[in-house]
């Protein structure tokens, strides 16, 4: 699991023509999910797609990211929606009341305005699709034994 | 052993049909489960939270404390399979 | 009579998925077949809660426009919402479930379910 698959062809398709599509799409789901089907959940199920098949296509040398930033990117997810939540106790409002945030609120394309509490739920969007997709990575890499260099991981 | 298993699950498949002849019938727009507290998230979200889509509003403000929840439950499970697999297992 | 068994197919096809599952589950007697019981068990739950919030005539839950926002219009939400997290709370959890049973397996050197109680793990 841990060596590059060997062949061109599935090299180059994996890495020219999927992984970079699936990245992109990840994040039009992401950054799409207020405004059309998507979210957070969705885009970390994408994102960790694309970490997957890095692995099993390229081998170890061209993995997106390691196994440890993998479990750095999970604990940083969990940490950026708690710290949202607590951002709004700073100005008066309660856990997980975006609406107190300081953000001055803009015109956007979506309903011709952009409020304070979708720019919240953007956050804590970004939080859930990190750390779900630091999980999924992570347990990839834990259940096919690339963490040793051994190949009998059961 | 056996026998008792497949008495069990086809006394279960029959306790499902008979608890589902009382709900209402799908697509039934007047079901209790569409009256009560559903159409507030329809009819709020656009002006108190601001996007378009129900699902993420509710998923991403209404409730943003159960999801708080659920993504502890996943890191926690990620923690969990982490010790194990991680350090300490045996090698043969 | 027609109405009736398009109004409820759904539930009987969610109780031909949740027998399937608990067949699965009580007699195969693989730890891996076992989860795999496990999990046409919750896609039966799931697809019921994703049935239950059908309105006939609705669409997806994502305004069309600002003002439009009559309930009528749109799906249930909320079983959208559970189902959404469920989904991937079971996609984690079956990732641990493979690990404790990757653990079993270095200890009992088999996964069937009789051998496992009938031998002690090797120390």
Redesign the interface.
Known sequence: MTDPHGSIIVNFIARIMMIPFIILYAFYVLVHGEAGPGGGFQAGAVLAAAVILSRLALGREQRIVSTGGLVILAVAGLLVYALTGVAPMFFGGEYLDYGRLPIPATDGIVFGRVTVRSIGVFAIELGVAMGVMGVLGAMFDYLTGAEWSGSDAG | MRVLSVIAMLGFAGLVVYATSALPLRGDPDAPAHRYLSPYYVERSASEVGTPNIVTAVLGDYRSYDTLGETAVIFTAGVALLMVLGRGRKRD | ML??L???????A???L??IG??GM??KRSLIKKLIGLNVFQGAVILFFI????????T????ID?GA??????V??????LM??A???S???N??A??????I??GHRTLDEREILERPART
């Open positions: 109405d009736e398009l109004g409820r197919y759904p539930y009987w969610t109780a031909v949740m027998v608990l067949y009580l007699l049935a239950g919030s059908v309105k006939a005539g609705a997806v839950p994502v305004l600002e926002t009559d309930p009528a219009l749109y249930n939400p909320l079983p959208h919402v959404l997290t989904i991937v709370v996609a984690a959890t990732g641990l493979l690990a404790l049973m990757i653990r397996f270095d």
